[in-house]
């Protein structure tokens, strides 16, 4: 008589990290959504708005690759922006294919208005962040292994 293998149990969908990261990563968009309201910003358009208030002038190409976010997806956001009058584009004087991202006065006055979303989204979260950084080291390394991986694949 054969033994019949009997399939190990699936693991069940809260017991996946994907879910969690997935679910993790909602609850994010939804307090980044209350917490950005004010400054009527997106959260795309906030984290473009985060690189330049770090260093005005960037170019659109490095600000995608910073973001992660390929020119189809960023022009919109882009042209939303200085519709808003918080940005301004400019080509390149020596490289008319690069276009360079200014802050108008507008966008810069944002920056305070800003200065108040991570305080909030800190007391939403909590003591689950620790000040030694663990857990946003912790997401790099899953990012960075993910990334290695697919590229292998």
């Known amino acids: 008589m054969t033994e019949t293998k009997v399939p190990e149990r699936t693991a069940r969908l809260e017991e996946q990290l994907c879910f969690a990261v997935y679910q993790a990563g909602h609850a994010f968009t939804r307090m980044y959504r209350l917490a950005l309201a004010e400054l009527g910003l997106t959260y795309p358009?906030?984290?473009?708005?985060?690189?330049?208030?770090?260093?005005?002038g960037v170019t659109v190409k490095a600000l995608g690759e910073r973001l992660?976010?390929?020119?189809?997806?960023?022009?919109?956001?882009?042209k939303r922006l200085e519709?808003?009058?918080?940005?301004?584009?400019?080509?390149?004087?020596?490289?008319?294919?690069?276009?360079?991202?200014?802050?108008?006065?507008?966008?810069?006055?944002?920056?305070e208005k800003g200065a108040c979303v991570p305080a909030a989204m800190g007391e939403a979260i909590g003591e689950i962040v620790n000040s030694d950084g663990r857990l946003l080291g912790d997401l790099k390394a899953l990012r960075e292994a993910l990334l290695k991986a697919s590229d292998h694949s």
Request: net charge negative.
């Open 68 to 78: 992660s976010l390929d020119s189809g997806t960023l022009t919109p956001l882009l």
């Open 45 to 56: 358009q906030y984290l473009a708005m985060l690189v330049l208030w770090d260093g005005d």
């Open 83 to 111: 519709a808003a009058g918080l940005i301004r584009r400019e080509r390149s004087r020596q490289d008319e294919r690069q276009v360079h991202l200014y802050l108008t006065d507008a966008g810069e006055a944002l920056r």
